[in-house]
């Protein structure tokens, strides 16, 4: 499975930008999908996961009602739509495949995208 990460960009406190992960590979009736993020001189924490089958949504208590995770099985991909940006969403987004848990920790994914950067300014 090779996940490719792509979007990020220079915006604007307040402002929108959408992320997307193109997935090669049988990967979303088997994985279950999630967004990461790493700020600079922090951990990677969790963002966003999708169930393989779709049915399903979790997000941190940071972006929640900001940001929303969907999947398009037809073109393969999982997108992050993230609005009302702020400073503190600055850090590079990675997505990620999980075969074998519906789960926040990092450790428990199989595979990662190569990540791409946000960057919210004041």
């Known amino acids: 499975v090779q996940l490719q990460a792509s979007g990020g960009g220079l915006v604007q406190a307040g402002g929108s930008l959408r992320l997307s992960c193109a997935a090669s590979?049988?990967?979303?009736?088997?994985?279950?999908m999630g967004w990461f993020r790493q700020a600079p001189g922090k951990e990677r924490e969790f963002v966003a996961i999708?169930?393989?089958?779709?049915?399903?949504?979790y997000y941190a208590d940071s972006v929640k009602g900001r940001f929303t995770i969907s999947m398009d099985n037809a073109k393969n991909t999982v997108s992050l739509q993230m609005s009302s940006l702020k400073p503190e969403d600055t850090a590079v987004y990675y997505c990620?495949?999980?075969?074998?848990?519906?789960?926040?920790?990092?450790?428990?994914?199989?595979?990662w995208g190569q990540g791409t950067l946000v960057t919210v300014s004041s």
């Open positions: 590979g049988r990967t979303f009736s088997v994985y279950d």
């Open positions: 990620a495949a999980g075969r074998d848990y519906y789960t926040e920790r990092p450790g428990d994914y199989n595979y």
């Open positions: 999708i169930s393989r089958s779709g049915g399903s949504t």
